[in-house]
């Protein structure tokens, strides 16, 4: 009876308390961070049944609580059915302005959008990499934290945008790509610092060593990464450089 419904429907940005408040309460023991890499892209997809409930998006509100910044989110409430309706004899709430944005889709991935200094430096580079890097790095949400690291702290957007213009891109993003692999492996460690971690290590070894090294520690049966598999996370950066330069000498 209900398998064609029409979603009520609104983008707009939603906030950590927001977040928090969605999931009722902020979660314990939240493994999201500002580096961590999420696989939702945003706006990210959060949908309510008919009675309130959260029914998809507890991990992408969880990830705006823990990167602790507001996020764009497509927020779904399905409509109310018939049994659930109050009696007639019940107050109706007076009706409430519809949103400019209800109903509309939004693609934050429109080429040709101009740069906003008004906006933090990492949005800043976000918007960048989706207008002139979609193809090269197709997560510009999240790797555009391995982008602002790499430039060094301090960097503005000219020094950001600059870097891009003469790095590898693709090659940069494999990497990337490779310290996702280790993330999702179990080893405590953001997609964002293991990327970066890689590029140093190739400034000063063959590229084909440093993937080597982080392919194995993203086998769950490696020598290697048994090694650090039980490193508490405070220290696991600390752990696999110690390996590393043992693994490279």
């Not at 979603?7 to 979660?27: F, K, N």
Request: charged share 30%; net charge neutral; with cysteine.
């Amino acid at each position: 009876m209900y398998s064609e419904l029409v979603y009520d429907y609104e983008c707009r940005t939603v906030t950590p308390d927001e977040a928090a408040a969605m999931l009722g309460g902020a979660p314990k023991d939240n493994p999201h961070d500002a580096d961590d890499a999420c696989p939702a892209w945003e706006p990210l997809r959060v949908i309510f049944d008919h009675k309130g409930r959260l029914l998809l998006g507890t991990d992408e509100l969880a990830h705006i609580v823990g990167a602790g910044r507001p996020m764009d989110a497509a927020i779904y409430h399905e409509p109310a059915r018939p049994e659930d309706k109050a009696p007639e004899r019940a107050k109706v709430a007076a009706p409430r302005k519809p949103s400019p944005n209800r109903g509309i889709h939004h693609d934050n991935r429109q080429a040709g959008k101009p740069d906003d200094p008004s906006k933090p430096l990492r949005w800043r580079v976000v918007e960048l990499l989706r207008r002139d890097y979609a193809d090269k790095a197709p997560n510009a949400v999240n790797w555009a934290g391995v982008a602002v690291r790499l430039a060094g702290d301090g960097a503005g957007y000219d020094k950001v945008k600059a870097m891009l213009a003469g790095m590898d891109v693709d090659a940069e993003y494999d990497l990337y790509r490779l310290a996702l692999r280790v993330q999702r492996g179990g080893l405590p460690i953001s997609g964002v610092a293991a990327a970066v971690t890689m590029h140093r290590q190739a400034e000063h070894a063959p590229l084909e060593r440093v993937v080597g090294f982080w392919s194995e520690l993203a086998d769950r049966k490696s020598p290697l990464r048994a090694r650090v598999s039980n490193t508490p996370k405070d220290r696991l950066e600390q752990a696999i450089d110690a390996l590393w330069k043992e693994y490279r000498a």
